[in-house]
């Protein structure tokens, strides 16, 4: 049974940074597969960045490209998402994801642009003002 749980949100000035975690337990894979998709209001969920830690491959949205890091601390079970230079069209809920079965097949780009992941989280609301 996956579970993937976000912390870090919160409110923000533009132009700053945020760290968002997301711990997975239950996902027993030798590698990853998980993103980080986003939900403003009135608008439909979007992908904003995808990690495979087998080759290692990551996957950034034209819109947050430069700007934001997807990691992995194995040890910790743990993905980021370090967001830097923070717009407010970054206002969203964020929610953490992951694949699985976990292959070097895993289209990175496709799950991530049509948020096509198998598990998720509650979220974590992002406000940038």
């Known amino acids: 049974h996956v579970q993937l749980v976000e912390s870090g949100g919160g409110s923000v000035q533009a132009g700053g940074s945020l760290r968002l975690s997301c711990v997975a337990s239950g996902y027993t894979s030798s590698s990853y597969c998980m993103g980080w998709l986003r939900q403003a209001p009135g608008k439909e969920r979007e992908g904003v960045a995808g990690i495979y830690t087998g080759a290692p491959r990551t996957y950034y949205a034209d819109s947050v490209k430069g700007r934001v890091t997807i990691s992995v601390d194995r040890a910790k079970n743990t993905l980021y998402l370090q967001m830097n230079s923070l717009k407010p069209e970054d206002t969203a809920m964020y929610y953490c994801?992951?694949?699985?079965?976990?292959?070097?097949?895993?289209?990175?780009?496709?799950?991530?642009?049509?948020?096509?992941?198998?598990?998720w989280g509650q979220g974590t609301q992002v406000t940038v003002s």
């Open positions: 994801a992951a694949d699985l079965p976990c292959s070097s097949l895993w289209p990175i780009k496709t799950a991530t642009d049509d948020v096509d992941f198998t598990y």
